[in-house]
């Protein structure tokens, strides 16, 4: 029963948000900031997504390496929400949100190391897609904590992917962060449709 806690909480996450990628945000505070990855089911897949991929990394490569991709996301999701504020982005953002799915779930079913150049281009570019779409949404409502609450939850949501693929054995690890990524992929084609 132990062995299934981890996958447990990994699911329960995955299906925390709703169908609706990005319900209304109200009045926009630090707490609906946090909660906002969780409630579209494209930022949480997305978030676990690059905290898995972090995990994907070579044996040699130093701990701290797991932190570089989240790290990456988090700061073009600041920089994606600065442009959505600016109203750089419309409502066509969530075509993009979307769609950022696809290449990451291919990368990681084909087993692409986080510290590739492709990890490296794909991670910040899908944040500032997923930031972009936040702030598009809060432009007019944005306050200081709203934004800090969405980067907080955003990596928060990299660490449970960070500690679901550290937890998983090294000999099972490549499989099932493959297996999440062309469920990935497949869950980009069915909010595309």
């Not at 905290?51 to 988090?74: E, K, T």
């Not at 990681?108 to 936040?134: K, M, N």
């Not at 297996?179 to 909010?191: D, H, K, R």
Request: glycine share 14%.
């Amino acid at each position: 029963m132990k062995n299934l806690r981890l996958p447990v909480l990994f699911l329960a996450l995955a299906f925390a948000g709703v169908a609706q990628a990005h319900p209304g945000h109200g009045d926009a505070d630090f707490l609906r900031g946090l909660l906002h990855p969780v409630t579209g089911l494209d930022h949480v897949l997305a978030m676990l997504a690059v905290g898995l991929w972090a995990g994907l990394r070579d044996r040699s490569a130093a701990p701290a390496s797991v932190l570089l991709l989240p790290g990456l996301f988090v700061a073009s999701a600041a920089l994606g929400t600065a442009l959505g504020l600016a109203g750089l982005f419309n409502a066509g953002i969530e075509t993009a949100v979307a769609a950022s799915l696809l290449p990451m779930g291919i990368a990681l079913l084909c087993g692409v190391r986080s510290h590739h150049l492709i990890a490296l281009t794909l991670a910040p570019l899908c944040g500032v897609f997923h930031g972009g779409a936040h702030g598009a949404e809060l432009a007019g409502l944005a306050n200081a904590g709203a934004v800090a609450g969405f980067l907080l939850g955003t990596a928060l949501l990299h660490v449970a992917g960070v500690a679901v693929s550290l937890a998983l054995p090294s000999t099972r690890r490549r499989l099932a962060i493959a297996g999440y990524g062309g469920g990935l992929a497949v869950a980009s084609i069915w909010l595309l449709a």
